[in-house]
T-cell receptor, first 112, second 114 residues
């Protein structure tokens, strides 16, 4: 059974801090790892990573995948209160179509 | 491009009733997946439909079923509702080449079972 573990489960920081969120996984026939941001609504797609060692960036957010050690990190620099959300990590298999297995999520709170 | 739409957004039912939820994917997307999100279990995969066929199925009882129409719109049905079915039901669409995992979520339907 596929497994995705995120840490920490909860994190409280001050505006301007840099945070690193972790995601480790065990999945058969791995194809991709995805990060989503969820506020009080549907998850919003952030990144999809398929290749090891290649960083994806979007503004203050970046993510990298290590397929050898089976983990990914999501970095957020210069955090803002608008970054407060649950960050979800999910993995997809090579042979499972669009099916994703999600982790529990990391609840990030950014205080002013 | 319009995003994924789901109707209704909120629903209140009583135990034993049945419910049908609807999802319209992003134009051109052929795969629709359904997920259940609860505080205790997180996001769990229900099933995926592609070209009107169920392509994947999660570990949910047979009370949960779905279908997809020729225009890629999908419906999900839950029969004989139980209290534990109270959850946010999310639909996600994908362009879906066979092993394409990127998905875009709709706003969800919040189902409350009393």
């Amino acid at each position: 059974e596929d497994k995705v573990v995120q840490s920490p489960l909860s994190l409280v920081v001050h505006e301007g801090d840099t945070v690193t969120l972790n995601c480790s996984y065990e999945v058969t026939n791995f194809r991709s790892l995805l990060w989503y941001k969820q506020e009080k609504k549907a998850p919003t797609f952030l990144f999809m990573l398929t290749s090891s060692g290649i960083e994806k960036k979007s503004g203050r957010l970046s993510s990298i995948l290590d397929k050898k050690e089976l983990f990914s990190i999501l970095n957020i620099t210069a955090t803002q209160t608008g970054d407060s959300a649950v960050y979800l990590c999910a993995v997809g298999r090579e042979t499972s179509g669009s099916r994703l297995t999600f982790g529990e999520g990391t609840q990030l709170t950014v205080n002013p | 491009k319009a995003g994924v739409t789901q109707t209704p957004r909120y629903l209140i039912k009583t135990r034993g009733q049945q419910v049908t939820l609807s999802c319209s994917p992003i134009s051109g997307h052929r795969s629709v997946s359904w997920y259940q999100q609860t505080p205790g279990q997180g996001l769990q995969f229900l099933f995926e439909y592609f070209s009107e066929t169920q392509r994947n199925k999660g570990n949910f009882p047979g009370r949960f079923s779905g279908r997809q129409f020729s225009n890629s719109r999908s419906e999900m049905n839950v029969s004989t509702l139980e209290l534990g079915d109270s959850a946010l039901y999310l639909c996600a669409s994908s362009p879906a080449t066979f092993s394409y995992n990127e998905q875009f979520f709709g706003p969800g339907t919040r189902l409350t079972v009393l």
